[in-house]
């Protein structure tokens, strides 16, 4: 079992995106997802989030909310507790990212990119500004076979 956090930077109209495309045995090769990573021992989620947007993005988070509780199940990987933020204040200058390339996308946009199938659920959620939830994806492979929103399948 793993904890992770995984935060959507956001600011006018747009949503900073990380194209997973440099790092090696990469689960998230070739998607787009938001910045975040593992928890380290005795860090809370909002400890891994500073620590993991600040060593992927260079930007401290001045403004942040936690916004839901992602359980990710798969056949091929462990399962896996996402801390999921969106943050609308940092300060500090934007950096090259070691795990692939860091755009600022419009909102509007995120649709078109290659995301999980569950993504674009609780990236739904998130743009409805939805209160805190509790959201369980079951995937065989890339594809969702389950999604359970606070307890309800979808």
Known sequence: MINTTLCYLEKDGQVLMLH??????????????????????????EDCLLRETREETGLTL?????????????????????????????????????????VW???????????WEGDKIFLSLLEQNAPFFSLKLV????????????GKPL
């Open 105 to 115: 996308i419009e909102k509007t946009r995120l649709a078109e990119l290659t995301l």
């Open 20 to 45: 997973r495309t440099k790092k090696q045995n990469d689960l998230n090769v070739d998607k787009w997802i938001g910045v975040g990573g593992k928890f380290e021992d005795k860090e809370s989620p």
């Open 62 to 102: 001045t403004d942040y909310r936690y916004r839901g509780i992602v359980t990710f199940v798969s056949d091929k990987w462990p399962t896996e507790y996402m801390h999921l933020f969106t943050a609308t204040g940092f300060t500090g200058r934007q950096k090259e990212c070691d795990e692939g390339e860091l």
């Open 139 to 150: 995937y065989e492979g890339e594809r969702l076979t389950l999604a359970v929103l606070d």
